[in-house]
């Protein structure tokens, strides 16, 4: 999952506390083992079998299939702020803007164009994706289906989302443009194609999150994972698996829909927390942040010294 960002590259300060990592569904190329130690993760990706988690001191772990090297994170493993876990390769965006690339390259997957400089998003499928501070896109890598072909006006983007074959941007107006592989409507963008907030590309399939925390989701839906559960709930994070689709809830749980094969949308108990989300091919990843702290437990009506032991004994913390 990708949200929005301004366009602008920050330090990487995060707006959570560092957590933990859940996985559930296929672990057949230990996809679903995230490494010790399980914690101190900031940021969150998962594509195919492939597994990453950034830390809060900017390095990367990376778990899973690594037949293309794409476990191996170059050195130095340090200073990333933003991950995207590809088909066959990843990506690691630097606080300088600068993109580091590694893992399968027989299509140039991973040849960041030059100048290699002024990234403030990026995004992976088959193919990468980097989105400029002046909100331009830069595709490379297999361009089969045209996902490296960026329409016209490339311009005014302020996020990116990559499926297996086709590209999705999220513009500063909250509207979407997408291109590549159309042929199960991938491309075709939901009425009204207005008020998004964040967008994630899928194997064949695309979700955006509404600034209302709707969610919408278009594409290819053989195994449901287009059905978005009619719920009246709000999201505040999406993600789109393979063959399947997540989304995290305001108040941090997770539903899943689609290819239940192999138990990618069974979410494992306890299921809260959930800040972030992420889907490969049949699996899951939820990153945990920190419980709130819910203040006024005695109910009348502040927070007063009644509730700071309660809170302290009970839940570790003080408003």
Wanted: aromatic fraction near 8%; charged fraction near 15%; glycine fraction near 14%.
């Amino acid at each position: 999952m990708l949200l929005a960002t301004a366009l602008t590259l920050t330090p990487p300060a995060f707006s959570q506390q560092a957590g933990s990592i859940v996985s559930w569904g296929s672990n057949t190329f230990g996809q679903g083992d995230v490494p010790d130690p399980n914690a101190d993760f900031v940021r969150i990706s998962a594509r195919e079998r492939l597994g990453l988690g950034l830390k809060s001191d900017g390095s990367i772990v990376a778990w899973g299939d690594n037949m293309y090297g794409q476990c191996d994170v170059p050195s130095p493993n340090c200073d990333f702020i933003v991950i995207s876990a590809g088909s066959t390769h990843a990506l690691g965006l630097k606080s300088d803007g600068s993109v580091v690339a590694w893992g399968d390259n027989s299509y140039g997957q991973c040849d960041v164009p030059a100048p290699n400089s002024d990234f403030i998003a990026i995004a992976a499928g088959w193919h990468s994706l980097g989105l400029k501070s002046d909100g331009s896109v830069v595709a490379w890598g297999p361009n089969w289906y045209g996902q490296c072909d960026v329409p016209a006006p490339n311009s005014d983007c302020i996020a990116v989302a990559a499926g297996a074959y086709h590209s999705v941007g999220l513009k500063s107006d909250g509207s979407l443009v997408a291109w590549g592989d159309n042929s199960y409507r991938q491309c075709i963008l939901p009425q009204p194609n207005s008020d998004f907030s964040a967008i994630d590309g899928g194997g064949l399939h695309t979700l955006g999150l509404k600034s209302d925390g709707s969610v919408v989701a278009w594409g290819w839906n053989q195994e449901g994972q287009c059905n978005v559960p009619q719920m009246d709930l709000a999201y505040s994070a999406i993600a789109a698996g393979a063959r399947h689709s997540l989304a995290a809830t305001t108040d941090g749980f997770v539903l899943a829909w689609g290819h239940n094969e192999y138990g990618a949308c069974a979410v494992p108990p306890p299921n809260h927390n959930v800040v972030s989300v992420a889907g490969g091919a049949d699996c899951s990843l939820a990153l945990l942040g920190a419980p709130p702290c819910p203040g006024d437990v005695d109910g009348d009506g502040d927070v007063d010294q009644s509730d700071l032991g309660v809170l302290l004994a009970n839940y570790g913390c003080v408003p």
